[in-house]
């Protein structure tokens, strides 16, 4: 019998070709949702939601109503790539002094399930205004939620790696003050493998979305619970914040990578990390040291510590404070970085502040037979988040508030109705020369986001690897993936399948690594889904989507 630590790579999984439309995510049954509602006249916007829908009933471990969203959403009529940041913000009466006075600084942050810890979820709001915004206005929010409503009230079976995470996060659920927390369990305890799990009292909340809107969520029942539940535990979250609440559309950033155009959502979120890297990396010759050899991932691991060190200076809410992004996304600035990089180890200067951690989210990508593409992420930020469930509501609370500082003069330090710096990155790449989609891509987990986002890009752009490929592909990851904190850019963990002989050039050069990672620890490694126009970077004049799910994932790429 297999060990509960195996997660074996056995198997082939070829990339998937497709003419019309394609849908890939890290669940079979969402994937296939969001090829339902395709083929029911919605476009890429409308399908997004409703996979995003259906991921928060098969996915609770990762994502939900209860957390955030971010997408990119690409109009092929206009050639035009928008964002959406769906992100919460803290309560208007959270103020450090308020957290002083009961004992917290910067040296003792509250508990990762605090009520302190519960942004506003900003989910809701986002799923309505990307239907509202990019949607195709042939089908109601209640048509986009009807199969989420379903896989919740008639049950679903639960998938192997979905079930481990259950099991790990399950003691949130089942602390004694948590009084619904057994709404997602069954008879107390996680949904083992195969097991069929209902959510009714989630699929009334969706219900409730789908006939009143984002008041059905914001005002009223929901609303109250809400604030209830967190008032439960110590936090000050109010009424009027949940109604305040209003999703943002930004103007998002990008740079020119060797002649492709990669796109990021703009801070709080860290997509600006995976373009900084980018623009030090564009003057190396990568191709010739060889994919994944010392070299290749040395130049990589460098680029990537001195973007987060930056990163963890400057990145904040720019509605509360000055963000430097066009200094930050200067090929000069990155030029001058680049000299940091030598044959050993860069030691960058990292800020002081309190760690940050991150956890497990989900992304998915959609594409229609318009043209259109969403790149969608949506995360209760650490597993089940807070794990704290409102009364009748059958979903939890993020605790997206424990990326805050509490070090008074940091950007990023906790204040009234402030968004925190936000881990969550969908990504995009065009052509620069015609503005033509090449790929909606992801690849979720924490701080490994944008360190997969260059990863897995770079195995396209610089290897020519297909989509499934530049997924499958075994990654690296800078600090524990899950926690970065001062210091933590020290160390890097290797995934199983990089070789012996590369782990010693890398020690060599004075990297402090951990290699062989694998069975369920590759989650560190994030899971990513790639749709990619035609077979590129080879062929993009190609009609056909080609695309592919990540293997750490349960997930699969479905297309007609």
Known sequence: MEREDELPFVSHRSVLVCGSACVASSQYLASNIG????????????????????????EPTSTGIGGDAFCLYYD????????????????????????????????????????????????????C????????????????????????????????????AWKQGSWLLQEPDNTYGQDLLIE????????????????????????NGKKGFYEGRIAQAI???????????????????????????????????????????????ALMALNILEEFNLKDMGHNSGQYLHILIEALRLSFADTFKHCADPSKVHVPIDKMLCKKYASERRQHISSDRAIPEVCSGESLSGSDTVYFSVTDCHGNACSFINSNYMGFGTG??????????????????LEPDHPNVIAP??????????????????????????????????????QVLLNMIEFGMDPQQALD????????????????????????????????????????????????????????????????????????????????????????
């Open 35 to 58: 090829i339902e509602i395709l083929k029911k006249g919605g476009n890429a916007a409308d399908a997004a939601v409703a996979v995003a829908a259906a991921l928060n009933v098969t």
């Open 76 to 127: 092929n009529n206009t050639k035009k790539v928008h964002a959406l940041n769906g992100s919460g913000r803290s309560p208007g009466k959270l103020t450090l002094e308020l957290l002083n006075s009961q004992g917290y600084s910067k040296k003792h942050m509250f508990p990762s399930n605090h009520g302190h810890t519960v942004t506003v979820p900003g989910a809701a709001a986002a799923w």
């Open 129 to 164: 205004d990307s239907v509202d915004k990019f949607g195709s206005g042939k089908l109601s929010m209640a048509e986009i939620l009807e199969p989420a409503i379903k896989l919740a009230e008639h049950g679903f079976p639960v998938q192997k790696i979905t079930a481990h």
């Open 188 to 211: 107390g305890r996680a949904p083992g493998h195969g097991e069929i799990m209902k959510n009714p009292k989630l699929a009334n909340t969706f219900k409730e979305l789908a006939e």
């Open 227 to 273: 604030c209830d539940a967190v008032t439960k535990f110590g936090g000050v979250m109010s009424l009027e914040d949940l109604k305040a609440h209003v999703t943002t559309f930004e103007e998002p950033i990008r740079t020119n990578y060797k002649g492709h155009t990669v796109w990021e959502i703009p801070p709080n979120g860290q997509g600006i990390t």
């Open 388 to 405: 704290i469930v409102p009364e009748n509501c059958g979903f939890t609370l993020q605790n997206r508030g424990y990326n805050f500082t």
């Open 417 to 454: 109705n402030k968004r925190p710096y936000h881990t969550i990155i969908p990504a995009m790449v065009t052509s620069a020369e015609t503005g033509e989609l090449l790929a909606s891509y992801g690849v979720m987990g924490g701080f490994m986001q944008p360190q997969g986002h260059v």
């Open 473 to 560: 592909m075994p990654r690296f990851c800078i600090g524990h993936g899950h926690t970065v904190k001062t210091g933590s850019l020290e160390h890097v963990a290797l995934e199983y399948g990089i070789p012996d002989t590369v782990v010693k050039q890398l020690k060599d050069m004075g990297h402090d690594v951990t290699p062989h990672i694998k069975g369920f620890g590759r989650s560190l490694f994030g899971r990513g889904q790639i749709i990619a126009q035609g077979n590129w970077p080879f062929k993009p004049e190609n009609n056909c989507y080609w695309a592919g799910s990540d293997p750490r994932a349960d997930g699969a790429a479905f297309g007609y």
